[in-house]
């Protein structure tokens, strides 16, 4: 995989070319490309689970309208792909197949500073996140080649620990209300999700929509790379 970033723009472009209408993945669908990418599926393996549920659709002249119908596909093919490695004596290339190709040094110390200074513009303690951010920073700084995936890694880590500052802080009846909104946005997902899987992703839904209502920028590099930096 020669870019990191790619694995949620490729998963996106050929979801809209299979159902051949150009409607934009919603955010919740990226929280589940995100849960595939960090459970370390491929991005080939993603693509046959993607295809092999059209094809069942089709024959049942129907079209998935969300990427939560081809999880089980995506599973089993990530399954089958597992046990043909077995034995193989090749080495596994998933989505974390990534050492610094694509990332700019400079535009990532822009993209923290951004993120830190957005922290600072708000009025609740965000010392630890600062901290955090802080360090990552002066560690970045002195590498000569940066390791995309580690950053990611890191920023999603801080951008948890600021959203459970943002939660502990909102008002009890809001929070309630993000919570409702987001358990009805996740419907759909119930049935396709194993548990385990609906709750990371209800979970880390919440957080993204806690960070939106604070109008606090996503903490990862794909952001840095679509344009979202602050």
């Not at 993603?46 to 024959?59: H, K, L, M, Q, W």
Request: aromatic content about 6%.
């Amino acid at each position: 995989m020669d870019n990191y970033f790619n694995y949620f723009t490729e998963v996106e472009e050929h979801f809209i070319r299979r159902r051949q209408k150009h409607l934009l993945v919603p955010p919740l669908d990226w929280c589940l490309i995100e849960l595939w990418k960090d459970s370390g599926i491929p991005i080939h393996v993603v693509i046959r689970g993607i295809d092999r549920s059209f094809e069942t659709a089709r024959s049942r002249r129907t079209s998935p309208r969300s990427l939560s119908y081809c999880h089980p596909a995506v599973t089993q093919a990530f399954e089958e792909h597992q046990r043909a490695m077995v034995g193989s004596g090749e080495e596994e290339s998933g989505p974390d197949d990534f050492q610094g190709r694509g990332v700019d040094s400079a535009r990532v110390l822009e993209h923290v500073d951004g993120l830190a200074a957005s922290l600072r513009e708000r009025p609740e303690d965000f010392d630890a996140p600062l901290s955090l951010l802080s360090s990552l920073r002066q560690e970045a700084g002195a590498r000569e080649q940066l390791d995309g995936r580690q950053i990611d890694q890191d920023l999603n880590h801080i951008g948890v620990l600021v959203a459970e500052v943002l939660r502990d802080g909102m008002d009890r009846k809001r929070l309630r209300s993000l919570r409702s909104d987001v358990r009805k946005e996740m419907k759909i997902y119930k049935r396709h999700l194993s548990r385990e899987l609906f709750q990371r992703m209800e979970e880390s839904c919440l957080h993204r929509k806690l960070r939106e209502a604070a109008e606090i920028p996503e903490f990862s590099l794909l952001a840095m790379q679509t344009g979202e930096t602050p």
